[in-house]
């Protein structure tokens, strides 16, 4: 009998507690309205779900106490170079003063600044850049630094991982983080043969380090796609290591050196150093002169290229020279959603087009406002999405979207140039250019770890504008007249999953 008027007592304390933390929430009052109906009709299976997937850590105290050991090494770096990189305006003069607002804000909760003298590739075609890739881990010396959503176990995947477990045995740090919770198919075995090696190998949701923390984090995902070589080169996008990525799908992804190494640098040590990882030595030695990179080797015996297309070549685009670039990372530790108000300041501004590739359109009503606003006002808003989803709930939802936005104006067109389209990109006025690996939806606004790169740059928007205009080439372009005779199944489909959008 005690007992059981314990449990009642702590369960009573329990949901009261969490209902007062509700109501505190700052943010979305729908979203606040909606978990307390649930609690109030569920009690026991609303606090269990609310523990899982709804609990907001968009508090400055709770961001300080999961970022401890980062910060303080952050605090450790000496004035001068490294400090006006990180936190100084160095390059901001350089950035045209009607998107200099812009750098601020993307700024925010120790993120990184612009920074200039830059060279950066665009890449669109995976195979390049797994010829890039492989080419770069050959040629690292100190370490190698990893952070993947999703890595493979077929042959394109095999090829980085033994160079990966090569390097380390080499004598090379290798650091790598996996995203283990969507990784389900990849299971001890495969992490223990890469820690034989000599590979750190870090799972970003650990359930060693305690229950709560565990049970509380499984909604979050890293979905960041990172390689820093030796502090010199970088690669940050929207590619991961799998397959699909080398053999199909249409992506884009950058290969970057330059001081905007050293902010994809810091992006990662803060992951490695929260999620429970050490450092082998001083922090601020992770942050060299960068200069020019290490040149590529020579193809060697453990070079497998990557297989040539119906021509037998793979064009690149020309690397770009001396790019203002600001590395943006965000997760749902962050004071304030970055990436979301990014979006919304970059439509804001936009004076003559901005043009928008995702694979998953489920946009925030910040965000969709912003462009329905944008096009109103005689902005060429462009938005380009799959024609085929690669889940088939995500094209019943991304159309959901679409009535709204050609009424507003939005021009909407459905890539059928391959398999499907993963790029996360947009480009504005010939000037500003972002790539990243946030989708337009709730959970890379909210939940996931994700980073995005803003280029200010004009010969780089122009050059993404012209891939743009390609892809254009093989869409169909979604009409207000075609769009308006669909069959009262689909408008009834839409209108059902658009109910669900926010979890998805």
């Not at 972002?434 to 959970?443: E, L, Q």
Request: charged share 25%.
């Amino acid at each position: 009998m005690f007992l059981n008027i314990l449990f009642s007592a702590l369960f009573v304390l329990l949901l009261v507690g969490v209902v007062l933390v509700i109501l505190f929430e700052e943010g979305d009052s729908g979203r606040k309205a909606a978990w307390l109906l649930i609690i109030t009709i569920l009690p026991v299976i609303g606090l269990v779900l609310y523990l899982m997937v709804g609990i907001s850590y968009r508090y400055r105290w709770l961001y300080r106490i999961f970022h401890k050991p980062w910060l303080e090494a952050q605090a450790q770096l000496p004035e001068g170079r490294l400090k006006e990189l990180f936190e100084g305006e160095r390059s901001l003069a350089a950035v045209q003063e009607h998107w200099r607002s812009l750098v601020p804000l993307l700024a925010t909760d120790d993120a990184n600044t612009v920074c200039g003298g830059n060279d950066v590739e665009i890449i669109t075609d995976g195979r390049r850049k797994y010829d890039l890739l492989v080419r770069d881990l050959l040629a690292a010396k100190e370490y190698i630094h990893v952070e993947y959503y999703l890595f493979g176990k077929d042959p394109w995947s095999d090829g980085i991982r033994r160079i990966l477990m090569q390097k380390a045995r080499e004598g090379v740090k290798v650091r790598f983080i996996h995203e283990n919770i969507v990784n389900f198919d990849l299971f001890g075995k495969y992490w223990k043969e890469m820690a034989d090696a000599g590979i750190e190998v870090l799972p970003f949701t650990n359930p060693r380090r305690h229950l709560l923390n565990f049970v509380t984090r499984l909604n979050y995902r890293d979905h960041r796609k990172i390689v820093v070589i030796d502090g010199r080169t970088g690669y940050c996008g929207g590619m991961n290591i799998k397959a699909r990525y080398f053999e199909g799908w249409r992506d884009t992804h950058l290969r970057v050196t330059g001081d905007a190494v050293l902010s994809l640098q810091s992006s990662f040590l803060s992951t490695w150093m929260t999620a429970g990882g050490t450092i082998d030595r001083e922090y601020g030695q992770f942050f060299p002169e960068t200069g020019d990179a290490a040149a590529l080797p020579e193809p060697g015996a453990e070079f497998r290229p990557a297989r040539p297309g119906a021509d037998g070549t793979v064009v690149p685009h020309p690397v770009l020279k001396e790019v203002l670039v600001q590395v943006v990372p965000d997760e749902a530790d962050n004071r304030w959603p970055i990436t979301q108000m990014g979006y919304v300041r970059a439509i804001s501004l936009a004076r003559e087009y901005i043009w928008l590739q995702t694979p998953y359109f489920v946009p925030t009503e910040p965000v969709l406002e912003a462009l329905k606003a944008a096009a109103l006002s005689g902005v060429d808003v462009r938005l380009m999405v799959p024609f085929r989803t690669d889940a088939p709930l995500m094209g019943p939802v991304n159309e959901s979207f679409f009535s709204e936005c050609l009424a507003a104006g939005i021009r909407i067109f459905r890539w059928k140039g391959g398999t499907f389209i993963h790029a996360k990109t947009f480009v504005c006025d010939d000037y500003l250019t972002m790539v990243g690996s946030a989708n337009i939806d709730y959970r890379s606004f909210m939940i996931n770890h994700e980073i995005n790169t803003f280029l200010y740059d004009r010969p780089a928007a122009l050059q993404y504008k012209s891939i743009f205009l390609e892809d254009q080439e093989v869409s169909e372009e979604v009409t207000w007249d075609r769009w308006t005779q669909r069959s009262w199944f689909r408008k009834l489909r839409e209108r059902i999953f658009r109910l669900f959008a926010p979890l998805l």
